[in-house]
């Protein structure tokens, strides 16, 4: 498995679990936490969901152009 395949499916896992994480944090956790803390957890959802997008998108990248840089890191 190359680098940039790689890349894609640790992005692709880091998508499953960032829809996981909001609906944990939507159902569970809405009775439980402060509007606050809830903010917080969304905020941390959104930050894997860009983790997650970045992570495929530069393996997309890497398939598409390989390089040094992207490839052989």
Do not use: C, D
């Amino acid at each position: 498995m190359s680098l940039a395949q790689l890349a894609v499916l640790v992005g692709a896992v880091y998508g499953f679990l960032g829809v996981g994480f909001g609906a944990f944090g939507a159902h569970a956790l809405k009775a439980r936490l402060s509007p606050e803390l809830l903010g917080v957890w969304k905020t941390a959802v959104e930050y894997q969901f860009y983790h997650a997008l970045a992570l495929v998108l530069v393996g997309l990248v890497a398939t598409q152009k390989p390089s040094i840089a992207l490839t052989n890191a």
